[in-house]
T-cell receptor, first 113, second 113 residues
């Protein structure tokens, strides 16, 4: 079946612009996660959605970052007023309920110039 | 809070030799343990996981890992590596009751002919 998809695969933006990154999880997966992979910081947890529960936002690095998940499926990660340190690969993962197996998408490479 | 330490940033090894990738974790609560692999230009893929039960867990592609609670370690091993095992390997933990992954900094396994 189809895996986790993310779009765009690459995004180049100017400092100060807003960007939206999209994640389509595997159908039926109740949990959705966003992570960031950068040279300086490695793989970092950003935010986690589980069903209808309030999201765990404890990993968001600043209030410029936000995410939503509509209809329990597609998720959008928004970065406002991008900075150069936001340059990274943003990874999305989804998971069936309580399997503790996360399936990762290919990522969106964000470059802020 | 949890943390994960992967002591070796790079491990060079010849084909058909055994390999061990080391992982130590720190946590004040019980955790689940995972190894993920990232092949060049590909997304993260789950290799194996430890949730409970036998401390020796077997994963895909001939890899196995052993959970040692007293040493807070979860080292990954393979008795005979192939060129195709060249990749970055990430150890991760999640606190029981939460699903977010805390990753180590990764170990790059380079297999030479």
């Amino acid at each position: 079946g189809a895996g986790v998809s993310q779009s765009p695969s690459n995004k180049v933006t100017e400092k100060g612009k807003d960007v939206e990154l999209r994640c389509d999880p595997i159908s039926g997966h109740t949990a959705l996660y966003w992570y960031r992979q950068s040279l300086g910081q490695g793989l970092e947890f950003l935010i986690y959605f589980q069903g209808n529960s309030a999201p765990d936002k404890s990993g968001l690095p600043s209030d410029r970052f936000s995410a939503e998940r509509t209809g329990g499926s597609v998720s959008t990660l928004t970065i406002q007023r991008t900075q150069q340190e936001d340059s990274a690969v943003y990874l999305c993962a989804s998971s069936p309920t309580r399997t503790y197996e996360q399936y990762f998408g290919p990522g969106t490479r964000l470059t802020v110039t | 809070a949890q943390s994960v330490t992967q002591l070796d940033s790079q491990v060079p090894v010849f084909e058909e030799a055994p390999v061990e990738l080391r992982c130590n974790y720190s946590s004040s609560v019980s955790v689940y343990l995972f190894w993920y692999v990232q092949y060049p230009n590909q997304g993260l893929q789950l290799l194996l996981k430890y949730l409970s039960g036998s401390t020796l867990v077997k994963g895909i592609n001939g890899f196995e890992a052993e959970f040692n609670k007293s040493q807070t370690s979860f080292h990954l091993r393979k008795p005979s590596v192939h060129i195709s095992d060249t990749a970055e390997y990430f150890c991760a933990v999640s606190e029981i009751g939460t699903d977010k992954l805390i990753f180590g900094t990764g170990t790059r396994l380079q297999v030479f002919p």
